[in-house]
Antibody
Framework: EVQLVESGGGLIQPGGSLRLSCAAS????????MSWVRQAPGKGLEWVSIIYTAGTTHYADSVKGRFTISRDNSKNTLYLQMNSLRAEDTAVYYC???????????WGQGTLVTVSS | EIVLTQSPGTLSLSPGESATLSCRAS???????LAWYQQKPGQAPRLLIYGASSRATGIPDRFSGSGSGTDFTLTISRLEPEDFAVYYC????????FGQGTKVDIK
């Protein structure tokens, strides 16, 4: 059974940095396309970033240059390094497996990031 | 960027009725690269449909997807109590974008 467990969320001031983690079991992170999707409070879903099996990465325009997706194969864990955080980055962040880089078939439970002074 | 517009915003129905949800794309979604998700309060989204019409593993056959090009539909026949939720469409033909969601609530 695939299980994705996010951690690292919390309250952070504007301009600050935070690193989210997504520990995977039941799948090998390096052998799958893995993504981050976020959801602002009371709002819809927004794709954030993806990392391909070959290591290629893509980002939404809203986070490009500020966020970095990466993985640690030895820990079977996906990361999202978030810098220069803004109030509009406040959201629940989900990690998800993207089948062939397309649609998301397995999701974590999410971790809440609140950017506020 | 392909913008997805879902309608209606809210659908109020009774258990046993059928629901028809629409997802319209701002440009053609090639290869019918469109998925549907269900989300309940406090939970992560769950994949229902991919490739516009293929049901994901374990999804009941009362959920069906159809459409092509710019117009797609999710149909839920015979609504069960557990089907009342928010539904999102998502395209993966050109980057990844989601619709704003349709809430199906109990009438």
């Amino acid at each position: 059974e695939v299980q994705l467990v996010e951690s690292g969320g919390g309250l952070i001031q504007p301009g600050g940095s935070l690193r989210l983690s997504c520990a995977a079991s039941g799948l090998t992170v390096s052998s799958n396309y893995m993504s981050w999707v976020r959801q602002a409070p009371g709002k819809g879903l927004e794709w954030v970033s993806i990392i391909y099996t070959a290591g290629t990465t893509h980002y939404a325009d809203s986070v490009k240059g500020r966020f970095t997706i990466s993985r640690d194969n030895s820990k079977n864990t996906l990361y999202l390094q978030m810098n220069s955080l803004r109030a509009e980055d406040t959201a629940v962040y989900y990690c998800a497996r993207a089948i062939s880089g397309y649609y998301f078939d397995s999701w974590g439970q999410g971790t809440l990031v609140t950017v506020s002074s | 960027e392909i913008v997805l517009t879902q309608s209606p915003g809210t659908l109020s129905l009774s258990p046993g009725e059928s629901a028809t949800l629409s997802c319209r794309a701002s440009q053609s979604v090639s290869s019918n690269y469109l998925a549907w998700y269900q989300q309940k309060p406090g939970q992560a989204p769950r994949l229902l449909i991919y490739g516009a019409s293929s049901r994901a593993t374990g999804i009941p056959d009362r959920f069906s997807g159809s459409g092509s090009g710019t117009d797609f539909t999710l149909t839920i026949s015979r609504l069960e109590p557990e089907d009342f939720a928010v539904y999102y469409c998502q395209q993966y033909a050109n980057s990844w974008t989601f619709g704003q969601g349709t809430k199906v609530d109990i009438k």
